[in-house]
């Protein structure tokens, strides 16, 4: 190629419209933190000196569908098949706050993840596992403060101290607003909400994750990789800023806070965005929040690979896919990962994908070597010049959010939706005009490719047996007693009083999900765009 024929090429841009050029050198990086040692200030090599020797990462996949029976059986085989952590999918109807009888949970009861209606449900999806020796996460937000009294009750009536009990709730509200939907109540008090389950687990579950800040639901909706990054931190300030005036202390409640991000195709961009979000944090937690705890600077994040990355065509190829990503989380220093099954374009994975999503990871666990040296990419005059200049594009971001008046503030008027749908728009483009390869969709296409595998198979009568249960709870309660609670929990929402003792009190009484979401629906209202 002559030299006017490459000078007139466009320059390859990754998906964040960073240019990457053909050759970096050591000029290249800007060196901009001084310390680069794992497991110290500000974190860009790892929050552990040691990386995975000390502690592997977690293999938490995803699970949830049918009945809390059928859930149960799926965790059991995920556990017995090497999983480390369980990872809970709920429904819709669970995540917006009806009951499974409500007219509206019509067809959608266990179709997307577990139906949890009250505490029968919450025993038979952990029956026959201990508690207190798995780590369990769920992803529920509206809902998450009543789902972790769940399963805080279960754990209490098998005799396990609930300060023993490790996991995380998502609890994450703002994204909802911002690129997700299930939400049920205004702003104010969710945020409300959420800083509740902050105090309340401070005191009775001091091991919990009370929140997973999360990027990954934006970057499905089509966010850049700075995006991700930079609007989960904006929203972890909203959180932190709630805290601190509802009368907590950073220091306090941020050892608490975890990260959940996605990770897309662009092995290195991906790697060094995670590197660059652990670098951007440990700045905003010591000079925004004058932190002095390590643990308050030091950002943990589980990872899932990317959802929206995964194709109907070839859907074989998507194990590719999902071993890319998995590989990019690992070199970015997640300490927990899920990976996604190659039929999830299609609909819930079967058991047997399901296992071979665990297998990859296991694989590059315990075959690949990328595990044994810490930060392996670190001093790729590449992924440092990457590093750098994400990090500095997501403090312009945060800047940008701050003179529009913060989180809150941005969101009412759009900003972090409209970006979104920017970026997600421009992602399409590229595509549709075939600047963007997506294999077996714009490219390398081939005939027969509509014959799909068999997605699993949700059982038609799960619906109308999850009712039933449902209905039998409420027949077989003291009624008195639980009206008296749900009384109590309204009382608590009218005024100042921390509302999740009260839903603890309802959960004891054998109320129901939806009813407790009811209740606070009466007080609070919904939230309406």
Request: glycine letters at 8%; aromatic letters at 8%; proline letters at 5%.
């Amino acid at each position: 190629m002559s030299d006017p024929e490459r000078a007139a090429r466009p320059p390859h841009r990754s998906t964040s419209g960073i240019e990457i050029r053909p050759v970096y050198r050591a000029r290249d990086r800007e060196a901009a933190h001084a310390n680069d040692e794992p497991g110290a200030f500000p974190f860009t090599r790892g929050i552990r000196p040691d990386g995975y020797l000390g502690r592997p990462w977690t293999m938490r996949q995803y699970a949830g569908f049918g009945s809390a029976a059928e859930t149960n059986r799926r965790f059991r085989y995920l556990l017995a098949s090497g999983q480390t952590g369980l990872s809970v999918a709920f429904d819709l109807p669970t995540q917006m706050g009806y009951d499974s009888d409500d007219p509206m949970a019509v067809g959608e009861v266990g179709r997307v993840g577990v139906p949890i209606d009250t505490i029968a449900d919450m025993e038979a999806l952990f029956d026959g596992i201990r508690l207190d020796a798995v780590s369990t996460s769920m992803t529920i937000n509206a809902t998450a403060a009543i789902l972790l009294i769940l399963y805080e009750t279960v754990a209490r009536r098998h005799g396990i101290d609930p300060s023993t009990l490790r996991g995380t709730i998502q609890n994450d509200i703002l994204k909802e607003y911002i690129a997700r939907g299930t939400y049920i109540y205004p702003p104010g008090p969710s945020m409300r909400l959420v800083t509740d389950t902050f105090a309340y687990c401070r005191a009775e579950l001091p091991a919990w994750n009370t929140i997973s800040i999360s990027g990954y639901h934006m970057r499905e909706a089509g966010a850049t990789a700075v995006q991700e990054v930079a609007f989960t931190i904006a929203d972890a300030i909203a959180y932190s800023e709630a805290a601190i005036a509802a009368g907590m202390v950073f220091d306090e409640f941020a050892p608490r806070l975890s990260f959940f991000f996605a990770a897309h195709n662009d092995l290195f961009e991906e790697a060094a965005k995670f590197r660059a979000a652990r670098a951007a944090w440990a700045l905003v937690s010591r000079d925004r929040f004058g932190a002095r705890d390590a643990r308050s600077m030091a950002m943990r994040f589980h990872v899932q690979t990317g959802g929206s990355t995964l194709t109907a065509q070839q859907p074989e190829t998507n194990v590719v896919r999902t071993t890319v990503q998995a590989l990019a989380a690992i070199l970015g220093g997640a300490q927990s990962l899920h990976t996604n099954a190659s039929d999830e374009a299609l609909g819930l994975p079967t058991p047997a994908t399901a296992r071979l999503a665990l297998r990859t990871q296991q694989v590059l666990a315990s075959e690949s070597g990328v595990s044994i040296p810490v930060d392996p990419l670190g001093g790729s005059y590449y992924v440092e010049s990457l590093s750098d200049e994400i990090e500095a594009r997501v403090h312009a971001e945060l800047a940008e959010i701050d003179r529009r008046g913060g989180t809150l503030a941005a969101l009412a008027d759009g900003y972090q939706q409209a970006a979104i749908a920017d970026a997600a728009y421009e992602a399409q483009r590229a595509i549709e005009t075939g600047e963007r390869i997506v294999v077996g969709v714009n490219a390398f296409a081939e005939d027969g490719d509509e014959q799909r595998p068999q997605a699993q198979v949700i059982d038609p009568a799960a619906e109308a047996e999850q009712v039933a249960r449902t209905r039998a709870v409420r027949a077989g309660r003291d009624a008195a007693r639980a009206d008296e609670t749900v009384a109590a929990l309204e009382a608590a929402a009218a005024g100042t009083e921390n509302v999740v003792p009260r839903i603890r009190a309802c959960v004891e009484s054998e109320v129901t999900l939806g009813e407790i979401s009811g209740a606070l629906r009466r007080v609070w209202g919904e939230y309406r765009p």
